[in-house]
């Protein structure tokens, strides 16, 4: 707490030199996993002590409330497959005190927390209290639907920040199953059980989703329009093997905010690494060859390795990249294979580590994807990869990150762990952003008091933070500040 500020204040428990430095309000990080965790760790490790003060959980529509006992440990090795997540780490850590939603919120409360906390209610985890095991292989019915209204509702009434929901095709449980939400999805449920979950959402508060190919811009911008809600989506990032396709869906956002629609972009500040092994290659994990296929097979570690093998699935993988090198915007494709290192390998291979897999497939006269998984499977899927995938190139990067209606977020702090941690997305931008790269000047963050206005308020008895309907992030600058 800031007791005073000058020369000439009198005594104080602290005094802290500020000479030459900045004093900035805490970071807001829109876009956190921290559901389960923050069970056990009240703290939010890391992000505490990484500038941030305040968190929002339950993006994607990946939540740990309602959760009917039977379904705790679906939902725990659900998250272990779309969200990175230890299983060990989760079926020991999750205090499971509570069933609903105002269950959750009052244990949070309850138990403490160091950071404010905003919970978004998960679609996903809606569809899995009313459908149980159907929730990711099949269309809900009308009754079906007004069952999840009712814990929409619910949920709205106990202070959730809104509503979230995935149709990410790389957004998979356990064995490559779908998340629940994306049964849910235009392609999957033409009756629109989406469209009509998101107009119970209360007026103040938001619809956050994690866009797929059949949810573009266009319609996110026609179902704010429709329901006259705030919608923020992820995540969009810059793609060098497609470097018009993340401008072309900012100019479909200035065309909905010239049509009076609030619709909001959310965009990282750091360029999308991972680290995977062929034990659990989320890089992968967004094809169709690897969903059908591979992830059902994953825990059964002989037959998943025997097909990895195969030369008929590995022609399909090909394929596959090669049609996704020719116009789909997915994490993964056919130009990607010098973006991939080497970054772990036994001993007697030091030398190779930190070579591209496109430099050593060629060294060892093979196509990258097979070199990757023969070396792999040689060595029982031990060898550990670096991808960079996206934001690459920083100078598209940086006017993704500027436009007025991205919010920068997608630290995806809590989860991923095993592949990435960018929970440092506040630093990212006061560091390399604004002081390295002067993509803003200093005083322009001062959206964060003027455009950001968060108010701490009790609501149904529960601490939750509320987001102003007109910006959403925790960082929001224009490039010409």
Same mark, same amino acid.
């Given at each position: ?295 059902? @097979?994953? %825990? ?6 025997? =097909? $990895?093998? /195969?030369?008929? #699935?590995?022609?399909?993988?090909? !394929? &596959? @990249?090669? %049609? ?6 997915? =994490? $993964?494709? /056919?130009?990607? #294979?010098?973006?991939?290192?080497? !970054? &772990? ?137």
């Amino acid at each position: 707490r800031i007791a005073a500020i000058g020369t000439n204040v009198g005594a104080a428990k602290t005094t802290v030199d500020g000479t030459g430095q900045v004093l900035a309000p805490g970071i807001i990080d829109s876009h956190t996993h921290y559901d389960a965790q923050i069970t056990w760790d009240p703290t939010c490790s890391p992000s505490t002590e990484l500038g941030v003060t305040s968190v929002i959980m339950g993006n994607c529509g990946f939540c740990v409330a309602p959760c009917r006992p039977s379904d705790r440990d679906l939902t725990l090795r659900n998250l272990t497959q779309v969200e990175g997540m230890s299983l060990e780490a989760l079926r020991t850590g999750v205090r499971w005190d509570f069933e609903t939603f105002g269950e959750y919120m009052d244990s949070v409360e309850r138990h403490g927390v160091v950071p404010n906390c905003a919970v978004y209610c998960g679609h996903s985890t809606v569809r899995t209290w009313v459908l149980g095991q159907d929730a990711a292989s099949r269309a809900a019915t009308a009754e079906e639907v007004s069952a999840m209204e009712e814990l929409v509702r619910d949920a709205m009434a106990h202070g959730a920040l809104g509503l979230s929901s995935t149709t990410n095709p790389q957004h998979n449980g356990e064995r490559g199953i779908p998340m629940p939400s994306r049964m849910a999805g235009p392609e999957f449920t033409p009756s629109g059980e989406t469209d009509e979950i998101v107009r119970l959402v209360s007026a103040s508060r938001m619809f956050m989703l994690t866009k797929g190919p059949a949810t573009p811009i266009p319609y996110l911008a026609d179902l704010a329009e429709k329901t006259d809600k705030v919608i923020t989506t992820a995540c969009m990032f810059h793609s060098a093997s497609h470097p018009n396709s993340t401008f072309d869906e900012l100019a479909q956002i200035d065309e909905a905010k010239a049509r009076g629609v609030s619709l909001w972009g959310q965009v990282s500040p750091a360029p999308l690494n991972m680290e995977f092994s062929l034990a659990s290659p989320y890089p992968f994990e967004g094809l169709k060859a690897w969903q059908a296929q591979a992830m059902p @097979l994953v %825990l059964d570690r002989l037959a998943y390795s025997r =097909l $990895l093998a /195969d030369a008929g #699935w590995r022609a399909a993988v090909k !394929a &596959e @990249l090669q %049609l996704r090198q020719n116009g789909l915007t997915d =994490l $993964l494709t /056919d130009e990607n #294979w010098s973006n991939i290192l080497l !970054a &772990e390998a036994p001993a007697a291979d030091s030398r190779l580590v930190g070579q591209s897999v496109a430099a050593l497939a060629t060294q060892a006269g093979k196509h990258p994807l097979d070199f990757m998984l023969d070396y792999s499977l040689e060595h029982d899927l031990t060898p550990v990869f670096f991808i960079q995938l996206l934001n690459s190139d920083l100078a598209s990067a940086g006017r993704v990150i500027s436009h007025p209606r991205m919010t920068i977020a997608c630290s995806d702090a809590g989860a991923h762990l095993t592949f990435l941690c960018d929970a440092d997305f506040g630093l990212q931008v006061l560091g390399p952003w604004v002081r390295d790269r002067s993509l803003c000047a200093l005083n322009a963050l001062q959206h964060l008091s003027l455009q950001l206005l968060h108010v701490i308020r009790s609501h149904s008895n529960h601490l939750s933070l509320y987001i102003h309907s007109l910006v959403y992030s925790s960082l929001v600058f224009h490039a010409s500040g």
